[in-house]
């Protein structure tokens, strides 16, 4: 047998072992026991969050766009995904999850080095084993679609070449190091005792603050804010919102490793968290005197999925449906006052939604952690000190990411330039970029 990986723990973090993010480090030397069920669920769970690239978000962000643009936001998704697994392989799982020290990992597992049939590691339960294989799929899939989530800001008007080479330099430099302070135990943000059950500062606030940046650094579309550049399709959207929910159980409900009573609690927090959103952010709409609408149900979806995904199995049931509840008002604020603010053409509102809910996540699973509060903490649980903790992780992400992204877009745009021409995008990317239509007339 080869030598098995492990779930880490620190004496400080015990009693939210259960709470605390996947990750995996070296074990002690014990009788393996692999339960079929446990990895039954996980490969499950991976197979949902591959759907939740392919093809939600891409058909979720498809929807959103104008039809001239269609194809390009899919063959971006698909591209991106398909990219992404590969640098996972070769150095991406090493980097995240081989040791080092406390910002990135090491080579040790280059070109998944030592990991095969027999490779094993532990979850959150001393005596049960998962293959490594299962765990390089399942956080494979995880950094894939935080790659993804990023096309939706600079959506419609950024060259297809640019925009694959940011996402190497980007998961190289961003998604990589804060992945590992994150979620290895060797990590500077595990070390601290920073909760993430399942990326709102891995995922959701790095690929925001990446996508805000871009949306920046590449400019507005033509016409943006002077006429409607409208979806072309909600229908898709829609489809594309229940794909995301959906494949969520498994981006949240796995991160528990095993089929036990935390992946149950992930999976209800996951349904209720988002069903309270979704009513959440109609009530908002109707407060401020708009009509219900499916954008904004599709919004509201998503960002109650963003602000549970921290906190899935550490908070009680109440304590995601208030955070839920919660959410939806800030993110409504997040794409519409914030982002006249920060007067950025975020085109599908990946940093309104993505980053501002996973802010608003990030931090809230501190307060509802807490015992008092329904959550998983120990009985000593200190809200205000996991509170700076929480927000010590969040800053460290937003400064991380915004810093790894600015460089990255200024050196693609120095070699190859970010944006197309003004007569490409005006005809459309389906047809300048790609040569191909979405729809036949």
Request: proline letters at 3%.
């Amino acid at each position: 047998m080869m030598k098995p990986f492990s779930s880490p723990r620190l004496a400080a973090l015990a009693a939210l072992a259960l709470a605390a993010a996947p990750a995996l480090a070296q074990s002690p030397a014990a009788e393996a026991t692999v339960n079929k069920g446990d990895v039954a669920w996980l490969l499950t769970s991976t197979l949902l969050v591959i759907m939740m690239s392919l093809p939600g978000i891409a058909l979720f962000y498809g929807g959103l766009a104008r039809s001239k643009n269609m194809l390009s936001v899919l063959v971006q998704v698909f591209t991106v995904f398909s990219l992404v697994c590969l640098l996972w392989a070769v150095y991406g799982y090493s980097l995240a999850f081989s040791g080092g020290g406390a910002i990135y990992g090491d080579f040790a597992k280059l070109f998944l080095s030592g990991v095969g049939v027999d490779s094993l590691g532990d979850t959150f339960s001393p005596d049960a084993k998962i293959p490594e294989l299962a765990f390089v799929a399942f956080q494979c899939s995880f950094a894939a679609i935080s790659c993804a989530i990023i096309v939706g800001s600079f959506a419609e008007r950024m060259r297809f070449a640019a925009v694959l080479a940011f996402i190497v330099l980007w998961f190289t430099f961003s998604y990589l190091p804060v992945a590992h302070m994150v979620w290895s135990g060797n990590g500077y943000l595990f070390g601290k005792g920073a909760l993430d059950f399942a990326g709102g500062t891995v995922v959701h606030i790095n690929a925001g603050v990446a996508g805000l940046v871009g949306a920046w650094l590449v400019g507005k579309r033509l016409g943006y804010g002077r006429e409607a550049l409208m979806p072309h399709s909600l229908t898709l959207t829609m489809v594309g919102a229940a794909l995301l929910w959906v494949g969520w159980f498994g981006f949240n409900g796995g991160s528990a490793l095993e089929a036990n009573g935390v992946a149950a609690m992930a999976f209800v927090n996951t349904l209720m968290a988002t069903a309270a959103a979704v009513l959440s952010w109609l009530l908002t709409e109707a407060v401020l005197g708009r009509k219900p609408s499916m954008l904004g149900a599709a919004s509201g979806a998503v960002a109650g999925l963003v602000v549970i995904t921290p906190a899935a199995g550490s908070v009680g049931v109440m304590g995601g449906i208030v955070m839920g509840l919660l959410v939806s008002p800030i993110c409504f604020w997040g794409v519409t006052g914030l982002k006249r603010l920060l007067k950025a053409d975020d085109a599908f509102d990946a940093f309104g939604v993505h980053g501002v809910g996973g802010i608003v996540g990030a931090l809230l699973v501190g307060v509802f952690t807490a015992p008092s509060l329904g959550g998983s903490g120990a009985a000593d649980y200190d809200m205000l000190h996991q509170l700076w903790v929480q927000a010590e992780g969040v800053l460290i992400t937003l400064a991380w990411s915004g810093v790894v992204s600015f460089i990255a877009y200024k050196l693609i745009d120095m070699v190859i330039g970010l944006r197309v021409t003004e007569e490409d995008e005006r005809q459309g990317l389906d047809i300048t970029s790609h040569g191909e239509s979405a729809y036949t007339r």
